[in-house]
């Protein structure tokens, strides 16, 4: 029984590396100004400004991720 569950989650992972789905960059998605400035003036949740000073002094993960 655990050779089994073994060998489904082994063909599981090979299959969903295996069978990725070809995604391809749209050409016409552009950060305008127009969306620049709608960003920084975006309001938290918590109704608190964040700025440089928050996180002055303090250890910052900064995460990228890219899809393609």
Do not use: C, H, Y
Not at 24 to 47: C, F, R
């Amino acid at each position: 029984m655990n050779f089994a569950r073994t060998l489904f989650a082994a063909a599981l992972g090979i299959a969903v590396f295996t069978f990725q789905p070809q995604a391809e960059a749209n050409q016409g998605l552009a950060l305008t100004d127009e969306v620049k400035q709608a960003l920084i003036g975006a309001k938290p949740i918590s109704n608190r400004n964040v700025d440089r000073e928050t996180f002055d002094g303090k250890p910052v993960l900064v995460t990228f991720f890219a899809s393609w």
